[in-house]
């Protein structure tokens, strides 16, 4: 057994050969525009005028939900939605911000080793890693590092509604880790995998190879080619002699059997046409009223004259005729009969307070402004109530996709609080499917090489042990920073979390650096300022104060 072969042993399913490639293939037309939507319940491109084929009376049927045209639709709202694109932003925003970070808390018990010798392992482990995924390098395009890796990843798991991620080895010496990742589309995946909500069963059209326990074994990449065809390129999901992890697909099933996933926008692609459709139509009509500012309302016996003719460079007085049906004109003796008469004004400035006046008006007539319509009585509530239905519908609550908080202070922590339990299942999902693995398959590069020491890594059980570890992301933002700070303090002196977590979850730093950085400049100081403020006290109750970190403390 190679050396690598030992590092992953684990039981594993018979898979393909890891270089196996199909014949090349000219990649077919696609059937419409990247800006069309298609009809989300089938795979014939059309219109989305109604979620259900015949409208409301043939709701009941078990829809067979298409994943590739769903994917295609939401990638349209994605480029053609406000709400669409904010609440995929704000979710990406949330969950990942600049990155997820390591933090390794091996299990000292079951290792056999000491709290402090697991401390210092981990500390190395963390510093390392972070070189790691701070580098370019990490990417096999060399376009992005990984922290900012895990931000498409998570903006694809949300609006494509899954992710696929390849994992190279190289034997490059410049790299800091042999490990590098690249980015599969979901649409190189070839294959339909239509999803029958009537009894969901994974099927073998969907560009996924599987084995007889239904777990994938190797997926079917098309790859474009210099000549402009695609190759179909099996790629397997573990290496048949190194088991090495070789390509990953993450998404969240919400059917069992389900074997591709759909967006997560997809219950709501008409909603969220419809809404744009609506406030575009608003624009327009605001657009076209603002073109005709004023009127003449003539008086009862005589046609109103036009008040601007043979001013300056005002252009030819024109005329609407009146038409019988058949587009014949209707004749008044031997002149036509004009309906409306009116004349362009290019060099009007009537934005301009005394800028133009009207003189030459008959008795009894009058200017009057045509009234504005646009947007409707109501257009802002309307729309902000959509808004608020589809964010809800996502589990982000309002205040969070527009960045807007006008409630009191208990109602927008609320709305933070119920939100950022929803970020806590979306940052597991991302851990336990793609960041998990990234540290498994990274660290058995450095044990390889030498620079990582872990003991019994070819044992499952001390493997896992090693592995523990958790993935801190940003904090909740803070709406009061003083009680926030006073919550983790009286946390700290019940023991219910620890110094080190605090720091953490503040600012991503470490807990153990601050203090001992803190130790150096307080030491520095003759005597903090803060040093006669009680801890948790005010100055009413200096025996509760510390004393002085400095010098003579």
Same mark, same amino acid.
């Given at each position: 057994?190679?050396?690598?072969?030992?590092?992953?042993?684990?039981?594993?399913?018979?898979?393909?050969?890891?270089? %196996?490639?199909?014949?090349?293939?000219?990649?077919? &037309?696609?059937?419409?525009?990247?800006?069309?939507?298609?009809?989300?319940?089938?795979?014939?491109?059309?219109?989305?005028?109604?979620?259900?084929?015949?409208? @409301?009376?043939?709701?009941?049927?078990?829809? %067979?939900?298409?994943?590739?045209?769903? #994917?295609?639709?939401?990638?349209?709202?994605? $480029?053609?939605? +406000?709400?669409?694109?904010?609440?995929?932003?704000? $979710?990406?925003?949330?969950?990942?911000?600049?990155?997820?970070?390591?933090?390794?808390?091996?299990?000292?018990?079951?290792?056999?080793?000491?709290?402090?010798?697991?401390?210092?392992?981990?500390?190395?482990?963390?510093?390392?890693?972070?070189?790691?995924?701070?580098?370019?390098?990490?990417?096999?395009?060399?376009?992005?590092?990984?922290?900012?890796?895990?931000?498409?990843?998570?903006?694809?798991?949300?609006?494509?509604?899954?992710?696929?991620?390849?994992?190279?080895?190289?034997?490059?010496?410049?790299?800091?880790?042999?490990?590098?990742?690249?980015? +599969?589309?979901?649409?190189?995946?070839?294959?339909?995998?239509?999803?029958?909500?009537?009894?969901?069963?994974?099927?073998?059209?969907?560009?996924?190879?599987?084995?007889?326990?239904?777990?994938?074994?190797? *997926?079917?990449?098309?790859?474009?080619?210099?000549?402009?065809? *695609?190759?179909?390129?099996?790629?397997?999901?573990?290496?048949?002699?190194?088991?090495? %992890?070789?390509?990953?697909?993450?998404?969240?099933?919400?059917?069992?059997?389900?074997?591709?996933?759909?967006?997560?926008?997809?219950?709501?692609?008409?909603?969220?046409?419809?809404?744009?459709?609506?406030?575009?139509?608003? +624009?327009?009509?605001?657009?076209?009223?603002?073109?005709?500012?004023?009127?003449?309302? !003539?008086?009862?016996?005589?046609?109103?004259?036009?008040?601007?003719?043979?001013?300056? $460079?005002?252009?030819?007085?024109?005329?609407?005729?009146?038409?019988?049906?058949?587009?014949?004109?209707?004749?008044?003796?031997?002149?036509?009969?004009?309906?409306?008469? *009116?004349?362009?004004?290019?060099?009007?400035?009537?934005?301009?307070?005394?800028?133009?006046? %009207?003189?030459? @008006?008959?008795?009894?007539?009058?200017?009057?402004?045509?009234?504005?319509?646009?947007?409707?009585?109501?257009? $802002?509530?309307?729309?902000?109530?959509? /808004?608020?239905?589809?964010?809800?519908?996502?589990?982000?609550?309002?205040?969070?996709?527009?960045?807007?908080?006008?409630?009191?202070?208990?109602?927008?922590?609320?709305?933070?609080?119920?939100?950022?339990?929803?970020?806590?299942?979306?940052?597991?999902?991302?851990?336990?499917?793609?960041?998990?693995?990234? *540290?498994?398959?990274?660290?058995?590069?450095?044990? /390889?090489?030498?620079?990582?020491?872990?003991?019994?890594?070819?044992?499952?059980?001390?493997?896992?042990?090693?592995?523990?570890?958790?993935?801190?992301?940003?904090?909740?933002?803070?709406?009061? !920073?003083?009680?926030?700070?006073?919550?983790?303090?009286?946390? &700290?002196?019940? =023991?219910?979390?620890? @110094?080190?977590?605090?720091?953490?979850?503040?600012? =991503?730093?470490?807990?153990?650096?601050? #203090?001992?950085?803190?130790?150096?400049?307080?030491?520095?100081?003759?005597?903090?300022?803060?040093?006669?403020?009680?801890?948790?006290?005010?100055?009413?109750?200096?025996?509760k104060a510390p004393s002085s970190p400095g010098k003579g403390a």
């Open positions: 057994m190679s050396f690598f072969a030992k590092l992953f042993a684990r039981t594993r399913y018979p898979v393909l050969p890891e270089d %196996v490639k199909g014949s090349a293939k000219q990649l077919p &037309a696609p059937s419409a525009g990247v800006n069309t939507f298609f009809n989300p319940f089938g795979d014939t491109p059309g219109s989305t005028g109604s979620k259900w084929t015949g409208g @409301l009376a043939a709701s009941g049927m078990a829809p %067979v939900l298409n994943p590739t045209i769903l #994917r295609y639709n939401a990638r349209a709202a994605y $480029h053609t939605s +406000i709400e669409a694109r904010s609440i995929l932003e704000r $979710h990406t925003d949330s969950v990942v911000d600049v990155g997820l970070k390591l933090n390794c808390i091996p299990d000292a018990d079951i290792l056999g080793i000491s709290p402090d010798q697991a401390d210092s392992w981990a500390i190395q482990v963390e510093a390392a890693f972070d070189l790691w995924a701070q580098s370019r390098l990490s990417s096999r395009a060399e376009q992005f590092n990984f922290y900012q890796l895990q931000r498409l990843i998570s903006l694809s798991q949300q609006r494509d509604g899954e992710y696929f991620i390849r994992f190279y080895y190289s034997a490059r010496q410049d790299l800091l880790n042999p490990l590098q990742l690249g980015v +599969i589309d979901p649409s190189q995946i070839r294959g339909t995998g239509l999803v029958n909500t009537i009894a969901p069963v994974a099927t073998d059209g969907d560009g996924i190879v599987r084995d007889a326990a239904g777990r994938e074994a190797g *997926y079917k990449v098309w790859v474009k080619q210099a000549d402009g065809t *695609y190759e179909d390129v099996y790629v397997p999901a573990y290496g048949a002699r190194s088991g090495r %992890v070789m390509m990953i697909h993450g998404f969240q099933p919400e059917y069992a059997g389900q074997g591709r996933g759909y967006s997560r926008l997809s219950h709501a692609l008409q909603e969220l046409e419809n809404i744009t459709d609506f406030k575009q139509s608003e +624009i327009k009509k605001a657009i076209a009223q603002s073109s005709l500012f004023a009127f003449v309302k !003539p008086s009862i016996d005589k046609p109103a004259l036009n008040p601007f003719e043979g001013i300056s $460079h005002a252009g030819p007085v024109s005329s609407l005729t009146q038409t019988s049906d058949n587009g014949a004109q209707l004749i008044t003796g031997t002149a036509l009969e004009a309906a409306v008469s *009116y004349t362009s004004l290019p060099e009007a400035t009537v934005n301009v307070p005394g800028s133009m006046g %009207v003189f030459n @008006l008959n008795a009894g007539e009058e200017i009057k402004p045509f009234s504005n319509t646009a947007p409707v009585t109501g257009f $802002h509530e309307f729309t902000e109530s959509i /808004a608020a239905q589809l964010s809800a519908s996502l589990s982000i609550p309002l205040e969070a996709v527009l960045m807007r908080f006008n409630q009191n202070y208990s109602a927008s922590r609320a709305a933070l609080m119920l939100f950022w339990r929803v970020v806590q299942i979306w940052r597991e999902e991302l851990v336990s499917d793609f960041l998990n693995v990234v *540290y498994e398959n990274w660290l058995a590069g450095e044990i /390889a090489a030498g620079r990582v020491i872990a003991a019994g890594w070819e044992n499952p059980r001390r493997r896992a042990a090693w592995l523990k570890s958790q993935w801190v992301g940003a904090p909740m933002p803070n709406i009061d !920073p003083t009680k926030t700070a006073a919550a983790d303090q009286l946390y &700290a002196q019940l =023991g219910a979390q620890t @110094l080190d977590r605090i720091a953490l979850n503040f600012n =991503g730093s470490s807990g153990k650096s601050n #203090r001992a950085k803190l130790k150096k400049e307080f030491a520095e100081l003759p005597s903090p300022p803060w040093s006669a403020i009680p801890f948790g006290g005010g100055p009413s109750n200096p025996e």
